[in-house]
């Protein structure tokens, strides 16, 4: 009984001894092994990372190359822009601005007690939105509803004319003309704060000497623009005697006076607007050909002519200076009526005129292309109200002929190529 108990004590110890030799060498095999695998990993993570910091690097060298490219390209151009280059403008030039009782009686809105122009100038006001500066005539006054809206022969219109005249784009106008003492000096002083208000430039008549003295300068794409303005007369008005300055008349003394200062600004081109010639004809006299050589050969670039109330002849001339030296110039003697309701002949065709003028680097100036807009003041007897409206006289024969404006009558048609013609007679095509 007892033998059977010692042996199995003794089966029990003999399985339950732990073979430490064979541990151990189990234990330093897996130490090995993990302390392969982790040096494998170690030294493939070293190279890895080694790789991608070489492409990081190189990356970033690249782009720092490329940046530096980048820039220079950048410098080199913002240089090229810094470079005189030349610079080329249009000049869009309009006839005598007129009112005639029947155009602001036309314009008259009974609900408002208003005057409203806009629609008169729907057909042609892009042509004069879209010019670098557009010039025109005043032959009216905005001297107030009080003193009570007139016609021929002592104008006063309705503020809002000058207003719609800046919506379409009229940067400049002329106001030294034979029309411009209607309503006195008072009326003249009221229609220059009326162009003030509208912001409008203006020239040629003043309610101070030292306005008159000062030259009026227009920017345009950085070109610098001098403008003088003188009218042969003013009906017959005296001017007052202690205000000799409120309207430039045209006398050589002043003008070289006047072209002597504007000169003195170093302006790149003068224009002088010349309110000049007989009415209704389409031909220029001698007097006007006489002053147009006088203001070349004192520094003036370009002559815009008005007055005649009908379109004269224009042309671009080589002038021959004093010195022997040649410069471009450009005279259009009369630019007739640009708004106006009259009937004689010629006074309801006009043009809008366009020059393509250029400063070069040497500082020179050429009239490179000089084109016009012929424009038709037609009247709609029909209507009665809103009747008076500017024609563009080319687009209007363009969609009769090409059928794309079914309400232009073949009568109507015609007379806009008859009208047309007329205005090719006198300036040529």
């Not at 430490?20 to 990372?49: D, E, G, P, Q, W």
């Not at 782009?63 to 470079?83: A, F, T």
């Not at 080329?88 to 007690?113: E, W």
């Not at 920017?219 to 009906?235: E, L, S």
Request: glycine residues 4%; charged residues 25%; hydrophobic residues 30%.
């Amino acid at each position: 009984m007892r033998r059977d108990v010692r042996t199995r004590n003794r089966r029990r110890r003999k399985n339950t001894d732990i073979d430490y030799t064979k541990v151990h060498r189990i234990l330093i095999s897996t130490v090995v092994c993990l302390l392969v695998i982790f040096i494998s990993i170690a030294i493939f993570y070293y190279f890895k990372n080694k790789s991608d910091y070489e492409n990081l690097v190189e990356t970033s060298k690249q782009e720092i190359e490329e940046q530096k490219q980048q820039d220079e390209q950048q410098n080199s151009e913002e240089e090229k822009e810094e470079e005189p280059t030349d610079v080329t403008f249009t000049l869009s030039a309009i006839g005598d601005i007129m009112c005639h009782n029947t155009q602001y009686n036309d314009a008259y809105n009974s609900d408002t007690n208003t005057y409203d122009f806009s629609y008169v100038f729907d057909n042609i006001s892009l042509y004069t939105k879209t010019a670098d500066i557009c010039v025109g005539n005043l032959e009216t006054t905005f001297a107030g509803e009080e003193v009570g809206y007139s016609s021929y022969p002592t104008f006063n219109t309705p503020d809002s004319l000058a207003y719609e005249l800046k919506d379409i784009g009229v940067d400049v106008l002329s106001t030294a003309g034979n029309h411009a003492l209607d309503k006195g000096f008072n009326g003249l002083s009221r229609t220059i704060d009326v162009l003030d208000a509208a912001d409008i430039a203006h020239l040629g008549t003043y309610k101070t000497e030292e306005a008159q003295n000062k030259t009026l300068i227009k920017y345009v794409k950085g070109i610098k623009i001098a403008f003088v303005n003188y009218t042969y007369g003013t009906n017959g008005i005296p001017i007052p005697s202690d205000k000799p300055f409120c309207v430039n008349l045209i006398d050589e003394d002043l003008m070289k006076k006047q072209l002597d200062s504007a000169k003195a600004e170093n302006p790149d081109i003068i224009i002088a607007c010349m309110h000049w010639g007989n009415e209704y004809k389409t031909t220029q006299n001698s007097t006007q050909e006489d002053l147009a050589d006088f203001l070349f050969q004192n520094g003036v670039d370009v002559i815009l002519g008005t007055h005649p109330h009908v379109l004269e002849p224009m042309e671009k001339r080589t002038v021959t200076l004093e010195d022997g030296t040649t410069k471009d110039g450009f005279v259009i003697y009369s630019l007739g009526n640009f708004i106006a309701d009259q009937n004689a002949e010629y006074t309801r065709d006009s043009i809008i005129l366009n020059l393509d003028i250029t400063k070069h680097v040497d500082g020179s100036i050429s009239i490179d292309n000089y084109e016009y807009i012929p424009i038709y003041m037609y009247k709609d007897t029909s209507k009665s109200k809103q009747k008076m409206k500017l024609i563009d006289i080319n687009k209007t024969i363009y969609n009769y002929e090409n059928y794309i404006d079914s309400s232009i009558t073949e009568t109507f048609y015609n007379q806009l190529k008859s009208e047309l013609s007329k205005i090719q007679g006198i300036l040529g095509t």
